[in-house]
C-alpha cells in the first residue's frame, strides 16, 4: 500500500490460528501498517533477510511495534521469513510459538525448506508462478545509493579544510567548511554565530567496514554532546534482543542523516538487550560537538525528535516531558504538530492503563478457561486503542473500519468508544504481511 505516497506493508487476512490469543492478535494487528524497517515485518521487508527473536513481548515497541499485544495473547518466539520472486520480498510470513525458543539456524532452514515444499506443491495443483520462494537472505548484502555529496568539490574543500586541526585552521579553512556546512539539513535552521562554534570544532572521520562507531554499554557524558553526519556510505544501528540470538540491523542511516548514542536509549530497554552503531560500508563522516549552551536548541531547530523518543514521555503531562527533555512549552508543541500529534495523549493513556490494570486482575482470578478468555480479548482491544493513541499516526490504518471484539462489558466499551472510532483484535500461529504496492495478478497477500 502507499497510503501518504509510502510504500509499506500491510497485514493480510492469511493466517492459521491454533489458540483464541493468537486469533486476537492477528485481529489487532489488522490496524497498523509496516512502513520498511519498521517492527519485525518491515525490516525484513527491507532487508529481505529472515529474523528470529526468542521472546518478542519482552522487546520495546522500537523493535517490536506489537510487544505488549503479544504478551497479552501469550505469544513468545517469533520468526519472520521473506517471501521472493526474482529477488523481490512481495509478502513476510511470520511464525510465532506459544514458548520461548532460542535461535536455532537448524531450525530456521527446516523451517524454510518445509515451507517451499507446501508452495511448489500448492502451485502445481493450482497452475500459479512457481516462482515465489521463502529465502534465508544475506545479511551481507548493503546497498547503498552513489553519493552526490561525497563526491562534490564543495566537499573536497571542505574535507582539505577539515584535515588542519581546529585550532591551526585560518579563514579560508573556516570559509570552506561553514560553506559546505550550508548544504547539509543539519544546519538547516540554526543561528549564523551558532555555526560558526559547531564549524571550529567540525572534525571528519573515515569509518572501515564493519567498523563500530559506538556501543550501547559507553557510558561517557561526553558522547552524548557528540553527533554524526553521514557524508558518503552507510551507518547501521544494530541490536542483539538476546545474549544467544543475532545481531539485526534495526535502522540505517545514510547520506546527510545524523546519529549519535542517544538513538541506541529507545532499544536496550533491559539488560538483556544491547545495541551498537557500526558502519555498514567504507563511510565517510563529519563529527559535530555540541557545547552545553547549544543543547536545547539543538534538539528543537537542529534535529527533530524522531516521534520514537518524544513517545518515551507520553506517560507524563506535556510540561514535565518539556523539563526533562530540556525544552519549552512551543517548542513541544511545535514538535507534536510535525509528527501529526494533535494532543498530548497523557490523560488518555493514564486511562487506558487503569483499563488494562483492572482486566489483568479479572484475568488472574478468572474462574474457568471460558472467562479468561474474553477477558483477554477485552484486553487486547484495550491494548489496540493503547497502541493507536502512542505509535506513530503513520503507521494506523484508517481507511478501513476494524471492528472490536463485541465481548466487552458496557464501561469498557463506552471508554474505548469515546478514544478510538475502530479498533480490532488478533493474530496467531502465523501471519502475512504483504506488499501491495505494483503486485502481479499472481501474488496473493
Given at each position: 500500500l502507499?497510503p501518504?505516497?509510502?510504500?509499506?506493508?500491510?497485514?493480510?487476512?492469511?493466517s492459521?490460528?491454533?489458540?483464541?490469543?493468537?486469533?486476537?492478535f492477528?485481529?489487532?494487528?489488522?490496524?497498523?501498517?509496516f512502513p520498511?524497517?519498521?517492527?519485525?515485518?518491515?525490516r525484513?521487508?527491507k532487508?529481505g533477510c529472515?529474523?528470529?527473536?526468542?521472546?518478542?513481548?519482552?522487546?520495546?515497541t522500537?523493535?517490536?511495534?506489537?510487544?505488549?499485544l503479544?504478551?497479552?495473547?501469550?505469544?513468545k518466539a517469533?520468526?519472520?521469513v521473506p517471501?521472493?520472486?526474482?529477488?523481490r520480498?512481495?509478502?513476510?510470513c511470520?511464525?510465532?510459538?506459544?514458548?520461548p525458543?532460542?535461535?536455532n539456524?537448524?531450525?530456521?532452514?527446516t523451517c524454510i525448506a518445509?515451507?517451499n515444499e507446501?508452495l511448489?506443491?500448492?502451485?502445481a495443483?493450482?497452475?500459479?508462478d512457481?516462482?515465489?520462494?521463502f529465502v534465508?537472505?544475506?545479511p551481507a548484502a548493503v546497498?547503498?545509493a552513489?553519493?552526490?555529496?561525497?563526491?562534490?568539490?564543495a566537499?573536497q574543500r571542505?574535507?582539505?579544510?577539515?584535515?588542519?586541526?581546529?585550532?591551526d585552521?585560518?579563514?579560508?579553512?573556516m570559509?570552506q567548511?561553514?560553506k559546505?556546512s550550508k548544504?547539509?539539513h543539519?544546519?538547516k535552521?540554526?543561528t549564523?554565530a551558532?555555526?560558526?562554534?559547531?564549524c571550529?570544532?567540525?572534525?571528519?572521520?573515515?569509518?572501515?567496514?564493519s567498523?563500530?562507531?559506538?556501543?550501547?554499554t559507553?557510558?561517557?557524558?561526553?558522547?552524548?554532546?557528540?553527533?554524526?553526519?553521514?557524508?558518503?556510505?552507510?551507518?547501521?544501528?544494530?541490536?542483539?534482543?538476546?545474549?544467544?540470538?543475532?545481531?539485526?540491523?534495526?535502522?540505517?542511516f545514510?547520506?546527510g542523516d545524523?546519529?549519535?548514542?542517544s538513538y541506541?536509549?529507545?532499544?536496550?530497554?533491559?539488560?538483556?538487550?544491547?545495541?551498537?552503531?557500526?558502519?555498514?560500508?567504507?563511510?565517510?563522516c563529519?563529527?559535530?560537538?555540541?557545547p552545553?549552551q547549544y543543547?536545547?536548541?539543538f534538539?528543537t531547530n537542529t534535529?527533530?525528535l524522531?516521534?520514537?523518543e518524544?513517545?518515551?514521555?507520553?506517560h507524563?503531562?506535556?510540561n514535565?516531558?518539556?523539563?526533562?527533555l530540556?525544552?519549552?512549552m512551543?517548542?513541544?508543541?511545535?514538535?507534536c504538530?510535525?509528527?501529526g500529534i494533535s494532543?498530548w495523549?497523557?490523560r488518555?493513556?493514564?486511562?487506558v492503563?487503569?483499563t488494562?490494570?483492572?482486566?489483568?486482575?479479572?484475568?488472574n482470578?478468572?474462574?474457568d478457561?471460558?472467562?479468561?478468555s474474553a477477558?483477554?480479548?477485552?484486553?487486547?482491544?484495550?491494548l489496540t486503542m493503547?497502541l493507536?493513541?502512542t505509535?506513530?499516526?503513520?503507521y494506523?490504518?484508517?481507511?478501513?473500519s476494524?471492528?472490536?471484539?463485541?465481548t466487552?462489558?458496557?464501561?469498557?466499551?463506552q471508554?474505548?468508544q469515546s478514544s478510538?472510532s475502530?479498533?480490532p483484535?488478533g493474530?496467531?500461529?502465523?501471519?502475512?504481511h504483504?506488499?501491495?504496492?505494483g503486485?502481479s495478478?499472481?501474488?496473493?497477500n
Amino acid at each position: 500500500l502507499r497510503p501518504s505516497g509510502n510504500a509499506c506493508l500491510v497485514q493480510s487476512g492469511a493466517s492459521y490460528c491454533s489458540c483464541t490469543g493468537a486469533a486476537d492478535f492477528h485481529r489487532a494487528s489488522l490496524n497498523f501498517y509496516f512502513p520498511p524497517n519498521v517492527s519485525v515485518a518491515g525490516r525484513v521487508w527491507k532487508s529481505g533477510c529472515t529474523e528470529w527473536h526468542e521472546d518478542v513481548s519482552v522487546l520495546p515497541t522500537t523493535a517490536f511495534l506489537r510487544s505488549e499485544l503479544a504478551a497479552q495473547t501469550e505469544l513468545k518466539a517469533a520468526f519472520a521469513v521473506p517471501l521472493c520472486k526474482d529477488s523481490r520480498v512481495l509478502a513476510v510470513c511470520i511464525f510465532y510459538s506459544r514458548y520461548p525458543l532460542p535461535a536455532n539456524p537448524q531450525m530456521e532452514n527446516t523451517c524454510i525448506a518445509i515451507a517451499n515444499e507446501v508452495l511448489i506443491t500448492t502451485f502445481a495443483r493450482s497452475h500459479m508462478d512457481t516462482s515465489l520462494r521463502f529465502v534465508p537472505g544475506d545479511p551481507a548484502a548493503v546497498e547503498v545509493a552513489p553519493s552526490k555529496t561525497g563526491a562534490s568539490k564543495a566537499w573536497q574543500r571542505c574535507q582539505a579544510a577539515l584535515e588542519v586541526a581546529p585550532d591551526d585552521r585560518n579563514d579560508e579553512h573556516m570559509e570552506q567548511i561553514t560553506k559546505f556546512s550550508k548544504g547539509i539539513h543539519f544546519f538547516k535552521y540554526i543561528t549564523t554565530a551558532q555555526r560558526l562554534d559547531l564549524c571550529k570544532s567540525m572534525q571528519q572521520r573515515h569509518l572501515k567496514k564493519s567498523q563500530v562507531v559506538m556501543h550501547g554499554t559507553d557510558s561517557n557524558e561526553a558522547i552524548e554532546n557528540i553527533w554524526y553526519v553521514v557524508i558518503q556510505g552507510r551507518v547501521d544501528m544494530c541490536v542483539k534482543t538476546h545474549a544467544e540470538g543475532s545481531t539485526y540491523r534495526m535502522c540505517s542511516f545514510k547520506e546527510g542523516d545524523t546519529f549519535a548514542a542517544s538513538y541506541m536509549k529507545m532499544f536496550q530497554t533491559s539488560p538483556n538487550i544491547v545495541a551498537h552503531i557500526e558502519a555498514a560500508t567504507d563511510t565517510n563522516c563529519i563529527v559535530i560537538t555540541i557545547p552545553e549552551q547549544y543543547k536545547a536548541e539543538f534538539k528543537t531547530n537542529t534535529r527533530p525528535l524522531w516521534y520514537e523518543e518524544l513517545a518515551q514521555f507520553f506517560h507524563i503531562s506535556i510540561n514535565e516531558a518539556a523539563t526533562e527533555l530540556g525544552m519549552c512549552m512551543s517548542a513541544i508543541k511545535k514538535i507534536c504538530r510535525r509528527h501529526g500529534i494533535s494532543r498530548w495523549p497523557h490523560r488518555k493513556l493514564a486511562s487506558v492503563n487503569k483499563t488494562v490494570a483492572m482486566l489483568q486482575s479479572k484475568i488472574n482470578t478468572a474462574e474457568d478457561d471460558a472467562s479468561r478468555s474474553a477477558l483477554r480479548s477485552e484486553a487486547v482491544n484495550v491494548l489496540t486503542m493503547k497502541l493507536r493513541l502512542t505509535i506513530n499516526p503513520s503507521y494506523l490504518v484508517r481507511d478501513e473500519s476494524v471492528l472490536l471484539q463485541p465481548t466487552m462489558n458496557a464501561g469498557t466499551s463506552q471508554m474505548m468508544q469515546s478514544s478510538v472510532s475502530g479498533v480490532p483484535g488478533g493474530m496467531g500461529g502465523g501471519d502475512m504481511h504483504g506488499d501491495n504496492s505494483g503486485l502481479s495478478s499472481g501474488s496473493s497477500n
